[in-house]
C-alpha cells in the first residue's frame, strides 16, 4: 500500500462577517509515498487552506462538511484527521509525521530565539532523544542542507541568515523530524532566482534520500515543472484538473489550465503576445454558479457551464478534467 | 538618430548605515552607473534582491538623493540635472516623471475613494482649476486604464490586485508625465493577471508616447515587453543590450547564469541548469574587484583585485567583465 | 416559473445594493457596521447615550437641588423611597410613597426613630415646580420631572445633611462626565501636537521628545497633585477649582496618548500611498490632512474612549482623598467622602448605591472602546 494521504470531498468554508466563504469546495486526491505533487493556483484558489487542512491548522472558523474525509497513512495505521481533537494527537500531523515550511521564513522562527533552540525543541517533542543527541541530529541536518559552518550557525538567530540561508534553515527543521509528508507552501516565491535554483535541486535531493511525499504549493508553473511528477491546478476552491506532470503541462485539457499556460511569457518566443485569462477571479464573496470558471472560459458548452458543476473525469492515464467541454453528453454531441 | 531622454552618468546613490554620530558607514546601493535611456523606448531594468534596481529607478525620480555623479532628463521642453533639482525646477519634474509600486494594496489609500486617489496628483500639482476639469481628466484617464464609472465612487477594498494596480497606473498617468518608472509593477499579481497590466503598459505607451523603465527580477516578463535591458549586480551594471541580442546570447557570466536558473516549463528539460553556487553577498561587506567574482565559475586572479568597466563591441551590446572576448570565443556558436 | 424569476431578480438585486453598498463604504461606515455585530458593545453604546442624557438634563430629572439648598432638614440619612401602586389599603393608578415620621425616642438614645404612616399617601406628581436651576449652566428652569404633593421623595435616600442622593447621583455622573472630557480633550490636543511632531519628522526630533514624554510620565500622580493641591487656594470657587482640576489631569495623562500617537504616525508615514503623495510634490501639510490624520483617527478616537475611565477614576480617587473637587459641587468621590464611617457601611447602605451608577459608566466606556477598536481594523487583515 503506497499511498500515504487520501483526501475525500473537502468542502471547507469559513465563518466571516460577510457571511458563509467557501474556500474550498470538494476537492478529492490522493498521494503516494515518495511521489512530489505540485498544487497550482492564483489567488483565492484555495490551495493553502487545502494544504492547512492536511494538518488541521485552519482557524477556529473554519466549518468543515461532514463529507470531508483526510487520512493519512502512518507507520501505526491511518489517521482521520479532521476527527483529530488533542494536542497529543494532533501532534502526529504537526510536525510528526507531516511538516509544512513556508513562504516567509522569517515568519516561522521565532525572533528571540536561536535557531538551535527552535530545532532541538521540535526534535524532543516529537521523538525521545537527548537534548545532546537533538543538537546533534539537528547540526547534521543543518548541513546536509548546505549551510555551512553548521555548528556555529545552530547558534545563531534567524535574521542573522540571509533569505536563502533561512529557507534551508527552515527545511532542516522540518525534516528533522523525519516526516513522510512534507507540505511546501510557496518556498521558493519570496527567493532570488538564483537561490531558488539552489532550494529546488535540494528539495529534489532530499525527496530521493528520504523517500517523502511533498505537496509544492506554488503558482509559478516552471518550479512545478522543474520538479512534480504530478500537478493539480486549483481555481475558486475547485480541483478542475489534475494529471502527470507532462501530460498536464504539455496537453492542458481545462479552459483555465490552457488559459495559465498561454499567458506565462515563454523565453523560447520572444514575439509572441502576451494573452492573459481575460476578465478577473471572483471574489469569494460572488462565487459564480455552476462552474466556477464559467465568467472567464472562452469555450464555453451552451447553459450547462453556468448551470451545473461539471464532475471529475479520467481522460487518460490518471489525468483527470472536471470540465463540460468533456462530459459525455458534449462528446457525444460534437462527434 | 532617437533622442535619449534620460542619461546618467556615474550615478551612485549611498546611505549612511549605523556608525552613529562619529563613524559613517555609507552603503552604496548604486554605484558608478552609466545608463542612457532613449525616448519612448521600453527600458528593462533586471537584478536580484541587492543589485539596486530599486534604488536607480528611485534616483531617477529624485525620490531619494544622489550622491555623485550626473543624470541628464531632456524631453524636448526641459532640459536638467536630476541630480541638482530643487525647488520649483523639482515640482515641475514631478509632473513629468512618476512611479508605479509593486504592491497594489499598500500603494493606495484604503480611505480615499478610487476618483480621490487619480485626481489627488492633479490637485497637489494645481494642474486644473475646476472640480470639473479634475473630473474630466480623471475619467479619460480611468477609461484608458478600463475603469468605469462605477469603479471611481468605490473604495479600494472593493478591488482584486490587477484592478488596483490599474488604479496606481491612471494615478501615474494623470499628470501627463513623460517617463514612468514601473517598479516590479507585475511582480505582486497573479500569472493571468500579470499578462493582462503588461499589454495595459505597452498599450499606453504606445498612445501616449511614454517611455517607462520597468523595473523587475523576472526575466521572462522582461525579456516580452522591454526593448532594451540592463542588468544590475550590488549596485553595478553589469550586461546592457538590446533585448533580443541579451537574449540571444548574454555576455556576462552572471546573465548566464540568471538565465539558467529560471525553472523551465519543460519538465524534460532539468539538471542542464548552470546552478550559481553561494550567496548574494551582503551590500554591506562587498568582496573587492569584481563583485561577482565569489560565485562566477569563470573568475581568474585579475578579478578577485580589478573592477571591470562597462565595454563595448559598437552594436549597442556592454559587458563588465574582463574575460567577455574569451567567454564569447569559447562558447559553441 | 415566472415567479421564481422575478423573486431571484429581485434577490440578485438586493444582493447587488448590499454589495455596492459595501463597495462604496467609506472608512467610517465600515466601521460603524462592524461595531453595530458586536452585542456588549452595543449595549455598553446604548447605557453610556442614556447616561449621558440623563446627566445632560440632571438638573430637570433630578426632584431636587444637590446642594445643600435643597436638602431635606427632617429626613437625614433617611433610607431610599421606592414608588408603589399598592399597599393595604387598595392600589391606585398613580404611584406614590407612604409618609414618614420620625421623633427622636428615649428608648434609642436620642436616635431618629423612623416611622413609616402607612395610612398617609404621598402621591408622585409629574413635571411639578420645584428648585430652580439652570439647564446646561445658562437655560434657566424650575420643572422638575417627578416630586411629591406634599413633603419630598428620596428614591436612592439621603445623607447625613439630608441632600437626596438620587440627585446628587445624577449630578455627580454629569460632573465626571465634564471633567473627563475636559481632561481628555487637554491631554489630546497636547498629545496631538508633540506626539504629532515626534512621530512626523522622525530622527533626533522624535528623540528628545521621546526623553521629555518619558520623564513626565515617571513622575507619580498622587504626590503631584497633593502638591498642587497645596498650591491652590482654599477661596477658588467650586468652578474654579473643577476648572483647574480637569486641567491638571489633562497634563498629567498626555504621555500616554502622545506615544500612541507618535507611533501611529511613524509607522503611517512609511505607507506606500504617503510616498504616492509626496512624490507628486505633495507638501507637508497636505500630507498630513489627507493621509496621515485619516489614517489614525479611527485608532485616536479608541484611544479616546479608553482614556475617559482613568480621568474619571483619577478625578474620583482625589475628590475622595480631599484634593480634588469639593462641595457643593458633587461627584463621586465627594460623595464618597461621606460615607467613609463604619456607621454608614453598617447602617446607611444606600450611601454606596452611586457606586453602582459608576461602575456601569466606566464599564460602558470600556466596552465602547474595546468594541471600536476591534470594528476599527477593517482593513489590518485584508490583502491577499
Known amino acids: 500500500m503506497s499511498t500515504l494521504i487520501d483526501v475525500q470531498n473537502l468542502t471547507l468554508q469559513f465563518r466571516t462577517d460577510e457571511g458563509l466563504v467557501t474556500a474550498v469546495d470538494n476537492v478529492s486526491f490522493s498521494l503516494d509515498k515518495g511521489e512530489v505533487m505540485g498544487l497550482v493556483g492564483e489567488s483565492g484558489s484555495g490551495k493553502s487552506v487545502t494544504a492547512k487542512s492536511l494538518m488541521h491548522l485552519n482557524a477556529s472558523n473554519a466549518v468543515y462538511s461532514p463529507e470531508s474525509k483526510i487520512t493519512l497513512y502512518t507507520d501505526t495505521g491511518p489517521v482521520d484527521v479532521l476527527s483529530l481533537r488533542r494536542p497529543s494527537e494532533l501532534k502526529i500531523v504537526r510536525g510528526g509525521a507531516v511538516s509544512m515550511i513556508f513562504q516567509e521564513p522569517m515568519a516561522s522562527f521565532a525572533p528571540a530565539l536561536t535557531i538551535g533552540k527552535q530545532m532541538v525543541e521540535q526534535l524532543q517533542l516529537h521523538s525521545d532523544v537527548s537534548k545532546t543527541q537533538a543538537r546533534n541530529l539537528s547540526i547534521e541536518m543543518l548541513d546536509r542542507v548546505g549551510i555551512s559552518d553548521a555548528g556555529k550557525r545552530i547558534d545563531q538567530y534567524a535574521f542573522e541568515l540571509s533569505g536563502g540561508m533561512r529557507q534551508r534553515a527552515m527545511i532542516a527543521m522540518a525534516l528533522s523530524t523525519k516526516p513522510k509528508l512534507l507540505i511546501a507552501d510557496e518556498p521558493t516565491t519570496a527567493l532570488d532566482v538564483t537561490i531558488q535554483a539552489q532550494v529546488i535541486d535540494l528539495m529534489k535531493d532530499l525527496v530521493d534520500e528520504f523517500h517523502m511525499g511533498i505537496i509544492f504549493i506554488t503558482h509559478d508553473l516552471g518550479v512545478v515543472a522543474q520538479t512534480a511528477d504530478r500537478v493539480n491546478v486549483m481555481y475558486l476552491g475547485r480541483l478542475i484538473e489534475e494529471g502527470p506532470v507532462r501530460d498536464v503541462i504539455r496537453q492542458p485539457k481545462h479552459p483555465y489550465t490552457q488559459g495559465l499556460i498561454a499567458a506565462l511569457p515563454k523565453l523560447e518566443d520572444l514575439d509572441a503576445p502576451l494573452t492573459p485569462v481575460p476578465g478577473d477571479i471572483p471574489s469569494p464573496l460572488e462565487r459564480p454558479s455552476g462552474c466556477v470558471f464559467h465568467t472567464r472560459c472562452s469555450q464555453i458548452v451552451g447553459d450547462m457551464c453556468s448551470a451545473k458543476a461539471p464532475t471529475e473525469r479520467e481522460l487518460d492515464e490518471e489525468h483527470k478534467v472536471a470540465c463540460h467541454l468533456y462530459s459525455d453528453l458534449h462528446t457525444e454531441a460534437v462527434q | ?333 | 416559473m415566472s415567479m421564481n424569476d422575478t423573486q431571484d431578480q429581485r434577490a440578485t438585486a438586493l444582493d447587488q445594493k448590499a454589495k455596492e453598498a459595501y463597495f462604496t463604504a467609506s472608512q467610517g461606515q465600515l466601521i460603524w457596521a462592524r461595531f453595530k455585530k458586536q452585542r456588549a458593545a452595543m449595549i455598553a453604546a446604548v447605557l453610556l447615550a442614556a447616561m449621558v442624557i440623563s446627566g445632560l438634563f440632571a438638573p430637570f430629572l433630578s426632584p431636587y437641588d444637590p446642594t445643600i439648598a435643597g436638602r431635606d432638614k427632617d429626613y437625614t440619612n433617611g433610607a431610599p423611597q421606592i414608588p408603589q401602586f399598592c399597599d393595604k389599603n387598595g392600589c391606585s393608578m398613580r404611584p406614590f410613597i407612604h409618609a414618614v415620621e420620625r421623633e427622636r425616642s428615649l428608648a434609642t438614645n436620642f436616635r431618629w426613630v423612623t416611622k413609616i404612616n402607612e395610612d398617609k399617601r404621598l402621591y408622585m406628581q409629574f413635571f411639578v415646580k420645584g428648585d430652580k436651576y439652570k439647564l446646561l449652566g445658562f437655560i434657566p428652569g424650575s420643572v422638575h420631572l417627578f416630586g411629591v404633593d406634599e413633603g419630598k421623595i428620596h428614591l436612592f435616600g439621603t445623607d447625613e445633611d439630608g441632600q437626596d442622593i438620587f440627585s446628587r447621583t445624577l449630578h455627580a455622573v454629569w460632573t465626571s462626565l465634564k471633567v473627563g472630557s475636559i481632561g481628555v480633550l487637554i491631554a489630546f490636543v497636547l498629545a496631538l501636537i508633540i506626539g504629532g511632531v515626534a512621530g512626523y519628522y522622525g530622527g533626533w526630533v522624535d528623540s528628545v521628545i521621546q526623553m521629555i514624554t518619558d520623564a513626565v510620565r515617571t513622575v507619580p500622580a498622587i504626590p503631584l497633585f497633593m502638591a498642587i493641591a497645596a498650591f491652590m487656594p482654599p477661596e477658588l470657587t467650586a468652578e474654579a477649582r473643577f476648572f483647574y482640576i480637569s486641567l491638571l489631569l489633562g497634563f498629567i495623562n498626555w504621555p500616554t496618548l502622545a506615544r500612541r500617537v507618535r507611533t501611529h504616525l511613524l509607522s503611517e508615514r512609511n505607507q506606500e500611498y504617503v510616498l504616492a503623495a509626496e512624490l507628486c510634490g505633495a507638501p507637508a501639510g497636505h500630507v498630513i490632512r489627507r493621509h496621515l490624520l485619516p489614517s489614525f483617527t479611527s485608532y485616536i478616537i479608541v484611544d479616546l474612549v479608553i482614556s475617559f475611565p482613568y480621568m474619571v477614576l483619577s478625578e474620583t480617587a482625589l475628590s475622595f482623598i480631599g484634593l480634588g473637587l469639593k462641595d457643593p459641587v458633587s461627584s463621586l468621590g465627594v460623595m464618597l467622602q461621606k460615607a467613609t464611617s463604619a456607621d454608614v457601611l453598617l447602617n446607611y447602605q444606600w450611601y454606596y448605591i452611586p457606586v453602582i451608577f459608576f461602575i456601569v459608566l466606566v464599564m460602558s466606556f470600556v466596552f465602547v472602546g474595546d468594541g471600536l477598536r476591534d470594528a476599527a481594523d477593517p482593513y489590518s487583515d485584508q490583502g491577499k
Open chain 2, 1 to 333: 538618430m532617437t533622442d535619449v531622454l534620460i542619461r546618467a552618468e556615474g550615478l551612485s546613490v549611498g546611505f549612511q548605515i549605523g556608525g552613529g554620530l562619529f563613524r559613517k558607514d555609507i552603503l552604496k546601493a548604486v554605484n558608478n552607473v552609466s545608463v542612457t535611456i532613449e525616448k519612448g523606448s521600453f527600458f528593462g531594468l533586471v537584478g536580484e534582491s541587492g543589485s539596486g534596481k530599486t534604488t536607480l529607478g528611485r534616483a531617477l525620480l529624485k525620490a531619494v538623493p544622489i550622491t555623485e555623479g550626473h543624470a541628464r532628463y531632456n524631453d524636448g521642453e526641459v532640459d536638467v540635472d536630476i541630480a541638482s533639482l530643487e525647488g520649483p525646477a523639482l515640482k515641475d519634474y514631478r509632473k513629468r516623471a512618476q512611479l508605479i509600486f509593486q504592491d497594489p494594496y499598500a500603494a493606495l489609500s484604503p480611505r480615499m475613494t478610487v476618483r480621490d486617489i487619480i485626481a489627488e496628483p492633479l490637485e497637489v500639482m494645481r494642474l486644473t482649476k475646476t472640480r470639473e476639469e479634475t473630473d474630466a481628466r480623471v475619467r479619460e484617464i480611468a477609461a484608458k486604464c478600463r475603469l468605469n464609472l462605477e469603479h471611481l465612487r468605490r473604495f479600494p477594498h472593493a478591488f482584486s490586485g490587477g484592478q488596483r494596480q490599474r488604479i496606481s497606473i491612471a494615478r501615474a498617468l494623470v499628470s501627463g508625465p513623460q517617463f514612468i518608472v514601473a517598479d516590479e509593477s507585475v511582480a505582486a499579481l497573479d500569472v493571468s493577471i500579470q499578462a493582462d497590466v503588461l499589454n495595459l503598459l505597452k498599450q499606453i505607451q504606445a498612445d501616449m508616447g511614454l517611455t517607462f523603465m520597468f523595473i523587475s527580477h523576472d526575466l521572462s516578463v522582461v525579456a516580452h515587453t522591454c526593448d532594451h535591458v540592463a542588468v544590475m549586480y550590488l549596485g553595478r551594471l553589469v550586461e546592457t543590450a538590446p533585448t533580443r541580442k541579451l537574449f540571444a546570447g548574454p555576455r556576462h557570466p552572471y546573465t548566464k547564469a540568471l538565465f539558467s536558473a529560471i525553472p523551465s516549463l519543460d519538465p524534460d528539460d532539468r539538471g542542464k541548469a548552470q546552478k550559481l553556487t553561494g550567496e548574494i553577498p551582503s551590500p554591506t561587506n562587498q568582496p573587492p574587484g569584481c563583485k561577482f567574482h565569489t560565485r562566477c565559475p569563470n573568475a581568474i586572479d585579475r578579478c578577485k583585485s580589478e573592477e571591470p568597466q562597462l565595454e563595448g563591441d559598437g552594436s549597442g551590446h556592454e559587458v563588465a567583465c574582463h574575460r567577455w572576448k574569451e567567454l564569447l570565443e569559447l562558447t559553441p556558436a
